[in-house]
């Protein structure tokens, strides 16, 4: 094994052990308060996917993680959501807030504009059996874009 493959190994084995960290600390019933930790969490988690994924965090009143669900899977441009499905996973989890999550796999966090579209709809959708959307976060590669800091939500 020469050096550089084993500098590839070594850095496999790093981010093995963060992405064990990230899921203890998003573990359900612990507390969600800082961005910076979800970003880091989705940026490994979802940043080197070919395929687009989305899913939810549930959540409890408190912010208290009820459960990480990937929803929709799709091709390395798109993955089709049907706020119908967001609406009932909500409800089968008595989720009182969430954030939502996908990656664009093309390595550009920027949302589209059928990102934003699509985030209206949800919430106008799960405004409707009280479930709040706190942020949702576009991941990348290298970077984690909130549509709650970019004042989107």
């Known amino acids: ?8 190994l070594a850095g496999d084995e790093i981010i093995r052990q963060a992405l064990e960290i990230l899921k203890e600390r998003h573990a359900t019933g612990n ?4 961005p910076a930790q979800v970003k880091a969490h989705l940026r490994l988690e ?3 996917l070919e ?13 208290a993680i009820i459960r990480i669900e990937e929803m ?9 959501i049907y706020p119908r ?8 989890c008595n989720a009182a807030a969430c954030i939502l999550y996908h990656n664009h796999p093309s390595g550009l966090a920027e949302p589209s504009e059928a990102d934003k579209h699509l985030t209206r709809s949800l919430i106008d ?10 942020d949702h976060f576009v991941a990348a590669s290298g970077d984690c874009v909130s549509f709650a800091e970019r004042g989107l939500i």
């Open 125 to 134: 959708a799960l405004k409707l059996v009280d479930v709040r959307i706190l």
């Open 1 to 8: 094994m020469n050096e550089k493959q084993a500098a590839y």
């Open 85 to 92: 499905e967001v609406v009932k996973s909500a409800l089968s």
């Open 72 to 80: 929709f899977r799709g091709t390395i441009g798109q993955a089709s």
């Open 31 to 34: 507390v969600l308060g800082d």
């Open 51 to 63: 395929h687009e994924t989305f899913g939810a965090i549930w959540l409890t009143n408190q912010n």
């Open 46 to 48: 979802l940043g080197a």
